[in-house]
């Protein structure tokens, strides 16, 4: 099946540095990659939708100049936290979908857990 | 707005059949979606549902009422690894997951 990966799977940083998680589709092309964090005890939080080549889709209340994404390629994209701080201590996860117009599934990578001291 | 309902938690024994409920009003309808969630893992899918009726896959099977915006999932033959949050969602108009908060199955031997 269709494998997605993340890296890395855990980051401890200081406050104030900024923070790069990469979300990867090993094994097909995904025209559309989906970034989520998760609170504890909660759901998925949708932060952000990017399309390979076009500018990402914020999520109202996500900060878009705290959370870069780019999505350079068909099979990567790439979640900045800028300035991170304790309160950005969380799990993130990102998913990637092959089509479009076609009904499909979404595929999850394993999630990054980032702690922000 | 868009909404989707699903209990907070269920308590089930372990060999035994349960039933988690899903009701939803959402802007289109694409597809229900089912998505297993270990603690301090990513959700992984467990089934998908587009047109009426009840799908089946081993333990797990779920079903879909578009008319009335419900699904169910039914787990049988309940195992202490069946232990987890189950969560609902439904893939909008826009093809966008809605994600229900999650129900939160306790299986005790």
């Known amino acids: 099946g269709a494998v997605v990966s993340q890296h890395p799977s855990r980051v401890i940083c200081k406050s104030g540095t900024s923070v790069k998680i990469e979300c990867r589709s090993l094994?097909?092309?995904?025209?559309?990659m989906f970034w989520y964090r998760q609170f504890p005890k909660q759901s998925l939080m949708l932060m952000a939708t990017?399309?390979?080549?076009?500018?990402?889709?914020?999520e109202q209340g996500v900060e878009k100049d705290k959370f870069l994404i780019n999505h350079a390629s068909l099979t990567l994209s790439t979640l900045t936290v800028t300035s991170a701080h304790p309160e950005d201590s969380s799990f993130y996860i990102c998913s990637a979908r092959a089509g479009q117009g076609d009904i499909d599934e979404q595929f999850f990578g394993p999630g990054t857990r980032l702690t922000v001291l | 707005g868009q909404n989707i309902d699903q209990p907070t938690e269920m308590t089930a024994t372990e060999g035994a059949i349960v039933q988690i409920n899903c009701t939803y009003q959402t802007s289109g309808f694409n597809g229900l979606f089912w998505y297993q969630q270990h603690a301090g893992e990513a959700p992984t899918f467990l089934s998908y549902?587009?047109l009426d009726g009840l799908e089946e896959k081993g333990r797990f099977s779920s079903f879909l009422s578009r008319s009335k915006g419900y699904s169910y999932l039914l787990l049988k033959e309940l195992q202490m690894k069946d232990s987890a949050s189950y969560l609902c969602a439904v893939l909008d108009s826009n093809y966008q997951l809605i994600w229900g908060a999650g129900t939160k199955l306790i299986i005790k031997p």
């Open positions: 990017s399309n390979e080549g076009s500018k990402a889709t914020y």
């Open positions: 094994d097909f092309q995904a025209t559309t």
């Open positions: 549902n587009v």
